[in-house]
């Protein structure tokens, strides 16, 4: 299994809502990550985990909360969002933080609406 | 920092046509080097990579060569198809291993029969 699964594909919500993006990987990758991309831009990193530990917050705001339940799960709560906040949201894994010679397995995304 | 220039897009080209995208970085050390593909409503695929000074990464008939010496790493097919219409990433890991991917702006690239 050589997949990032990222659950759901789109989600439209309201900002006064709870919401939770699911990203899953069994490539026994230690290293994931939470990017967000908006259009004709390139993705921009948002939270690392390291062996299931918060390595790197990039001053993201704190509606986005970052959950990593297993080495394997990856979850994002969302809560309050803004309008500015669609966008596409991405899921990458790699086998250690250090990216290195390896890169990242990014999955397909979840396309997010606030309205 | 790292950093990594790659060529303004859009580039259009006919179907058939020879593509290069240009990438160049700016890093300390030696870092590995990728390109990543964006289709249309997906996420990004690796497409290929180099790990050393030199090395030629291929795939799906696409190359890009790791040059040290012009610090670039420009990617090259010979015949584009309609099907290549994306968006691709040049992107860098500094291998001391203290930061993350660091990405280029992106080129889209529109292919035309």
């Known amino acids: 299994d050589t997949e990032v699964t990222q659950t759901p594909k789109h989600l439209v919500m309201g900002m006064t809502n709870k919401k939770s993006l699911k990203c899953e990987q069994h490539m026994g990758h230690r290293a994931m990550y939470w990017y967000k991309q908006k259009a004709k831009k390139p993705p921009e990193l948002m939270f690392v985990y390291s062996y299931e530990k918060l390595s790197i917050n990039e001053s993201v705001p704190s509606r986005f909360s970052p959950e990593c339940p297993n080495s394997s799960l990856l979850n994002l709560h969302l809560h309050a969002l803004q309008p500015e906040d669609s966008a596409l949201y991405l899921c990458a894994s790699s086998p250690f933080y250090q990216a290195l010679r390896y890169g990242y397995t990014f999955g397909s995304g979840t396309r997010l609406t606030v309205v | 920092g790292d950093s990594v220039t790659q060529m303004e897009g859009p580039v259009t080209l006919s179907e058939e046509a020879f593509l290069t995208i240009n990438c160049t970085y700016t890093?300390?050390?030696?870092?590995?080097l990728f390109w990543y593909v964006q289709y249309p409503g997906e996420g990004l695929q690796l497409l290929l990579k180099?790990?050393?000074?030199?090395d030629k990464g291929s795939n799906k008939g696409f190359e890009a060569t790791y040059r040290k010496e012009t610090t670039s790493f420009h990617l090259e097919k010979g015949s584009v198809q309609v099907s290549d219409s994306a968006v691709y990433f040049c992107?860098?890991?500094?291998?001391?291993?203290?930061?993350?991917?660091?990405f280029g702006k992106g080129t889209r690239l529109s292919v035309i029969a």
């Open positions: 890093a300390t050390g030696y870092p590995s």
């Open positions: 180099a790990t050393k000074a030199d």
């Open positions: 992107a860098l890991s500094d291998n001391s291993g203290n930061t993350p991917l660091v």
